[in-house]
């Protein structure tokens, strides 16, 4: 019994003290060294050159096909442009035309009631001459205007200031009436005599009642101071 306990003692003591052995593992196989491709045969090296090739050309393919179909819209994106610039410019020309035409209705609608209207008043301005039967002048006539001025111009013996007042109500209608024939007379083309003479009238006979007023003035002036 006693030896029995021994010999498992000294089995357990040898057991802790004998130092374990490592396990024998098998080899690994050798893999290939990282980054190194396997060497190609001549017919692998054709067949990837000819599989190249046809990306290549599938490709350039591929562009061409693109490249036309993007022209063809672009042609056809410009002739749809063009059909549409034109039909605008078409009918904005239809529009202006119409406008022209109404235009130069409205024009020569204006043109003729202002003819009618020069002519009405030349006509009014005729029968009022007529109708007034005051032995005045018409100034509108160079014998008959330059006349009134000449006898007015050398009438010594009525400038005091109640005959030159009354002669100036007849100067100042005579003007009145040279420039209303001015007006009615607006839209012919006169000659160049005819208007300087209604304007040299006019300037004649305000320079004749300046003139006058002046004298009238002159003379109320002497006989208030005597």
């Not at 591929?62 to 490249?67: G, M, P, T």
């Not at 002739?79 to 022209?100: D, P």
Request: a negative charge.
């Amino acid at each position: 019994m006693v030896v029995s306990m021994l010999c498992n003692s000294m089995i357990m003591f040898l057991a802790c003290i004998t130092p374990e052995w490592p396990v024998r593992k098998p080899p690994k196989p050798k893999s290939p060294a990282k980054g190194k491709k396997p060497k190609l045969s001549k017919a692998d090296k054709e067949k990837l050159k000819k599989e190249e090739a046809e990306r290549k050309s599938k490709e350039e393919e591929e562009a061409r096909l693109k490249s036309e179909q993007e022209e063809k819209e672009r042609l056809e994106r410009e002739h749809l442009e063009n059909e549409e610039r034109a039909r605008i410019e078409a009918k904005e020309k239809e529009r202006h035309a119409a406008e022209v035409t109404e235009l130069s209705s409205i024009l020569q609608g204006n043109a003729t009631a202002l003819q009618n209207l020069q002519e009405e008043r030349r006509a009014n301005a005729k029968w009022d001459r007529y109708v007034l039967c005051n032995g005045s002048p018409d100034p509108t006539v160079p014998s008959e205007i330059n006349t009134y001025i000449n006898l007015w111009k050398e009438d010594k013996d009525r400038n005091d200031i109640d005959c030159v007042l009354k002669e100036s109500k007849l100067t100042l209608s005579l003007i009145e009436e040279v420039v209303q024939h001015m007006k009615s007379l607006a839209g012919d083309q006169l000659p160049d005599t005819t208007e300087k003479y209604l304007k040299e009238t006019i300037a004649d006979l305000e320079a004749l009642l300046i003139q006058k007023m002046d004298q009238a003035s002159l003379l109320l002036l002497k006989v208030r101071l005597y």
